[in-house]
């Protein structure tokens, strides 16, 4: 019974069959699975509850940052030419840090951009919290203050 998850083989909780071998070389020694018992399964059950209970919790909490998220509007300044064209780019590093400026801490890996950003003006950025919570986000490229 997996302790751990253990890629190509299962999740925690799970009971898989493997040989001996790789169960008593591997698998044993590194603590990422028990031998199968009634006892273990019952402890294994009730730990996948509360899991499963967390997982509701933190769902939504996320929902509910998402819906915040989807409410800002955040100013990102960037040095640019008269044009509009920006000297660099905005990137996720930059609304990641405009966010926790914010109060919002999310990771650059959670910003879904198509693309840096190289004008100023008005963009609509999606933001990935969980596989199954999307939200956008209005991000105002501004020039630098001074110019």
């Known amino acids: 019974m997996l302790i751990q998850n253990v890629e190509h083989l299962g999740k925690a909780g799970d009971v898989v069959e493997v040989k001996a071998g790789h169960a008593n070389n591997y698998l044993l020694p590194e603590g990422l699975a028990i031998v199968a018992n009634d006892h273990h399964k019952r ?12 997982e509701k919790q933190r769902l939504a909490s996320l929902r509910s940052l998402a819906d915040q998220l989807s409410k800002q509007s955040i100013n990102v300044e960037a040095n640019a030419n008269d044009e509009g064209h920006l000297y660099g780019s905005v990137g996720a590093p930059e609304i990641v840090a405009a966010l926790k400026a914010n109060g919002f801490t999310i ?11 190289k004008e100023l003006g008005l963009y609509t950025v999606k933001i990935q919290l969980h596989q199954d919570i999307t939200t956008e986000l209005k991000v105002w490229v ?6």
């Open 43 to 54: 402890m294994v059950e009730k730990h996948r509850a509360k899991l499963v209970e967390i």
């Open 142 to 147: 501004v020039p630098t203050a001074g110019h």
């Open 107 to 117: 990771s650059t890996e959670q910003v879904k951009l198509e693309g840096v950003l």
